[in-house]
């Protein structure tokens, strides 16, 4: 079924949710309300008599205990961060940024929501939401301490970057915004688990009526993965609840200056299926009403909630930074007087709620808690420094293994097929294997209006290459994407980690950018900075390359060494049907994240076909191919290089010179084996490739070669690649920019007579 008749459905289920079905009051109305309270204010924040009237009629009134709760865990917040600053300035820490000011709003979210049922993608000043979910201060002071024992990270992120398994809190990174696509992601987990049967009992941990929190700054609402996140929450009414918290500032920057208007509840109004609401962030009662009713609104499945709430920010950015630099000492004072834990102190005695003997001795038993936690957190051990390499890459599945190599007992049948006719087969077989494989992307559906299905041919991506994907596993499992590379990477991300598996589409390496940051900050690095807490196992299919005749600048790249860089991630990258079918497979088996590059050159080569290998064929990663045996000299290849070398080979035999070709397949690992035992040899080694000869991916074989083999060479390791520029348009401009069969052939000559 596809998204859209799956709206239409839940649209008309629900009477079409007209849109005063969002405000607050008519929210509020789904569940009876405890008599209400009388807030006190500071004479500052008080609001007209009429206004502060209807105010009080909205409010419920939570319970004595719930609002000495409420305190304890806002002054327990606060009190853990001044620890941590003094411990800071004992050198005994090594950073700090705090929560201050933003308590109430947060202790409020964290009563409305269940942890270890719902999931959490909250951002560095979430301290006090944490608190009230279940961490500890001894499990917050081991972050900062960096100790082994530490639930957030093990000792490898900073502090305030939570995450927490058990909480269901997923690992936090410090690039500001990241979260937003990922949180998006895991709800659109629990919206495909309701669609697709036989996923409910392949996905552990989901409930129909889960809710995703996650939370901003200000600051963050200026990043474009804001907006697209929003774009899908709304468009596919997912149950996430969107947190900004508004302290007027992003570092030094103001909001006046971030945001156009000053205010961005004004502009997010127009976004459908969006209920909306702004609180004072700093009064935990109202923050508490606002709280209840988005998550409320989530957990119905009405759509997304968006709540704005204005708070503080007492103490600097972090302290590395030092506010009194740019903001007036006026408007920090004003600031202090609206100090939530001051404020909500104030309300609870003049409400007769507790006494000033009752709040201090609060004060003094989480002052000692604060201080044996820390003490206990400070001589609590380190990892070990032989663990740095541990879970960069999954350590209970490992595609390198021959548990993934059936190359050996292939049987072929059929008629040969191109590399996009196995590539597609493959995805089929799997797919029907796997129901948690999901596979988006921009055009990759047959037709997302699926009332139109059956009167078109479909698209099934521009390559053709997902074709009836859509027709045979339905609209919940392979449907197009808006046309945004980040969002496509982040869904992902989010769904991976709920245990889904995602097998994405980028429509052209050229376009990959944007995702880039997704893929080099949070996909390969979400298992290592949580300590194999949390994996996001996604392939990422994308056409790569050029020898296009017209593919021009934007349709030609092949910077493959700004990947391979990146630990965490395997690199992919067939020359063949055969191998792109055995390694696609292996991608999708793994458990690890997996960028499958497919020359977009060779798709449909006629030289490159095969028969049909079986459903269970795979290649492991890091095992090369010797394509041509050989004596007098080696060429390490790999993608449209490896059919050029052997023009250039056979060429080079009509002179009596012996070339022996290794496609290595998989460009991260590569198969390091496979080259010294090539070398060794022929002692004579051309590294061929398509990225740009300067700083590209056969720089570091080279250098490899020349540090770990130089005894065994009788000539220097020669590179053949593409002229340090970008590919034109003009048929004769990208012949002479990328790498041709006579410029292979001319390096071998040259180094044969060296």
């Given at each position: 079924?596809?998204?859209?008749?799956?709206?239409?459905?839940?649209?008309?289920?629900?009477?079409?949710?007209?849109?005063?079905?969002?405000?607050?009051?008519?929210?509020?109305?789904?569940?009876?309300?405890?008599?209400?309270?009388?807030?006190?204010?500071?004479?500052?924040?008080?609001?007209?008599?009429?206004?502060?009237?209807?105010?009080?009629?909205?409010?419920?009134?939570?319970?004595?205990?719930?609002?000495?709760?409420?305190?304890?865990?806002?002054?327990?917040?606060?009190?853990?961060?001044?620890?941590?600053i003094q411990l800071k300035g004992q050198n005994r820490i090594f950073f700090q940024i705090s929560g201050a000011g933003h308590e109430a709003i947060?202790?409020?979210?964290?009563?409305?929501?269940?942890?270890?049922?719902?999931?959490?993608?909250?951002?560095?000043?979430?301290?006090?939401?944490?608190?009230?979910?279940?961490?500890?201060?001894?499990?917050?002071?081991?972050?900062?301490?960096?100790?082994?024992?530490?639930?957030?990270?093990?000792?490898?992120?900073?502090?305030?970057?939570?995450?927490?398994?058990?909480?269901n809190i997923v690992s936090q990174s410090s690039p500001t915004g990241t979260q937003l696509l990922q949180a998006v992601g895991c709800a659109e987990a629990t919206y495909r688990i309701k669609l697709v049967k036989e996923l409910k009992r392949r996905i552990k941990h989901f409930h129909n009526d889960e809710v995703v929190y996650v939370s901003l700054g200000d600051g963050t609402t200026s990043e474009g993965e804001f907006w697209e996140a929003l774009n899908t929450a709304c468009n596919l009414r997912l149950?996430?609840?969107?947190?900004?918290?508004?302290?007027?500032?992003?570092?030094?920057?103001?909001?006046?200056?971030?945001?156009a208007g000053g205010d961005i509840s004004k502009l997010v109004s127009g976004f459908p299926n969006l209920y909306r609401q702004r609180c004072d962030g700093t009064d935990p009662i109202e923050s508490l009403a606002v709280m209840r009713r988005a998550v409320d609104n989530c957990r119905k499945n009405r759509g997304p909630s968006f709540v704005h709430a204005k708070v503080i920010r007492p103490y600097s950015h972090s302290l590395s930074d030092d506010e009194k630099l740019y903001r007036a000492e006026g408007e920090r004072v004003a600031d202090a007087e609206r100090d939530p834990i001051k404020r909500f102190g104030s309300l609870l005695v003049q409400e007769g709620i507790a006494g000033q003997d009752?709040?201090?001795?609060?004060?003094?038993?989480?002052?000692?808690?604060?201080?044996e936690a820390a003490d206990a957190a400070l001589a609590s051990p380190q990892p070990a420094a032989d663990t740095v390499m541990n879970f960069i890459y999954s350590p209970a599945v490992d595609p390198t293994s021959g548990e993934f190599d059936?190359?050996?007992?292939?049987?072929?049948?059929?008629?040969?097929?191109?590399?996009?006719?196995?590539?597609?087969?493959?995805?089929?077989?799997?797919?029907?294997?796997?129901?948690?494989?999901?596979?988006?992307?921009?055009?990759?559906?047959?037709?997302?209006?699926?009332?139109?299905?059956?009167q078109v041919k479909g698209k099934g991506g521009v390559f053709k290459v997902t074709a009836n994907l859509q027709r045979e596993f339905g609209g919940a499992r392979v449907y197009n994407s808006p046309l945004a590379e980040a969002n496509i990477v982040g869904r992902a991300i989010g769904l991976a980690t709920r245990g889904?598996?995602?097998?994405?589409?980028?429509?052209?390496?050229?376009?990959?950018?944007?995702?880039?940051?997704?893929?080099?900050?949070?996909?390969?690095?979400?298992?290592?900075?949580?300590?194999?807490?949390?994996?996001?196992?996604?392939?990422?299919?994308?056409?790569?390359?050029?020898?296009?005749?017209?593919?021009?600048?934007?349709?030609?790249?092949?910077?493959?060494?700004?990947?391979?860089?990146?630990?965490?991630?395997?690199?992919?990258?067939?020359?063949?049907?055969?191998?792109?079918?055995?390694?696609l497979r292996t991608s999708i088996r793994c458990d690890d994240p997996v960028l499958f590059l497919e020359h977009k050159h060779l798709y449909r080569q006629a030289y490159n076909k095969s028969q049909y290998p079986g459903d269970d064929f795979m290649i492991p990663f890091g095992k090369a191919k010797t394509v041509r045996e050989g004596n007098d000299l080696s060429i390490i290849t790999y993608g449209a290089l490896v059919q050029r070398s052997v023009?250039?080979?056979?060429?080079?035999?009509?002179?009596?010179?012996?070339?022996?070709?290794?496609?290595?397949?998989?460009?991260?690992?590569?198969?390091?084996?496979?080259?010294?035992?090539?070398?060794?040899?022929?002692?004579?080694?051309?590294?061929?490739?398509?990225?740009?000869?300067?700083?590209?991916?056969?720089?570091?074989?080279?250098?490899?070669?020349?540090?770990?083999?130089?005894?065994?060479?009788?000539?220097?390791v020669r590179r053949v690649a593409a002229l340090d520029t970008f590919?034109?348009?003009?048929?004769?401009?990208?012949?002479?920019i990328l790498p041709q069969s006579p410029d292979v052939l001319k390096a071998i000559l040259e180094l044969r007579n060296y």
């Open positions: 079924m596809s998204d859209t008749k799956v709206l239409r459905l839940v649209k008309k289920s629900e009477g079409g949710l007209p849109e005063k079905a969002f405000d607050a009051k008519t929210v509020a109305k789904a569940e009876p309300r405890p008599a209400p309270i009388t807030v006190i204010r500071p004479p500052q924040l008080r609001k007209p008599p009429k206004a502060r009237k209807q105010k009080e009629r909205e409010l419920p009134r939570p319970s004595r205990e719930e609002m000495l709760q409420m305190f304890r865990m806002m002054y327990l917040s606060r009190r853990l961060d001044d620890k941590e947060l202790v409020a979210a964290g009563m409305c929501l269940r942890p270890g049922y719902d999931w959490f993608y909250p951002y560095y000043r979430d301290r006090a939401l944490c608190l009230q979910l279940g961490m500890t201060p001894l499990e917050m002071f081991l972050e900062g301490v960096g100790a082994e024992a530490d639930p957030n990270s093990h000792g490898r992120q900073m502090p305030s970057h939570w995450g927490h398994k058990k909480l149950p996430v609840v969107f947190l900004v918290e508004d302290n007027g500032y992003a570092i030094s920057v103001p909001v006046e200056v971030q945001t009752e709040l201090q001795q609060f004060k003094d038993e989480i002052d000692r808690e604060v201080n059936t190359e050996d007992q292939v049987e072929l049948s059929g008629n040969p097929g191109t590399m996009v006719d196995l590539i597609n087969r493959c995805l089929h077989t799997e797919m029907k294997r796997d129901p948690r494989i999901v596979v988006f992307g921009e055009d990759v559906a047959d037709c997302s209006r699926e009332t139109s299905l059956e889904l598996k995602p097998v994405v589409e980028v429509q052209f390496f050229d376009y990959i950018w944007p995702a880039f940051h997704q893929i080099r900050n949070e996909l390969a690095l979400m298992r290592w900075r949580s300590g194999n807490e949390f994996s996001s196992p996604v392939v990422m299919r994308v056409p790569v390359g050029g020898y296009l005749k017209g593919g021009a600048v934007y349709h030609s790249q092949s910077g493959v060494s700004l990947f391979t860089q990146i630990p965490g991630l395997r690199v992919v990258y067939p020359s063949n049907a055969l191998d792109a079918n055995g390694l023009v250039a080979a056979k060429e080079a035999e009509k002179q009596g010179i012996s070339v022996e070709i290794i496609d290595l397949r998989s460009l991260s690992p590569y198969d390091w084996n496979a080259i010294v035992e090539s070398v060794k040899k022929t002692s004579r080694v051309i590294v061929a490739h398509e990225d740009s000869l300067s700083w590209g991916y056969g720089a570091e074989i080279a250098a490899r070669i020349a540090n770990e083999l130089f005894e065994y060479l009788d000539a220097p590919v034109a348009y003009a048929p004769v401009l990208e012949d002479a």
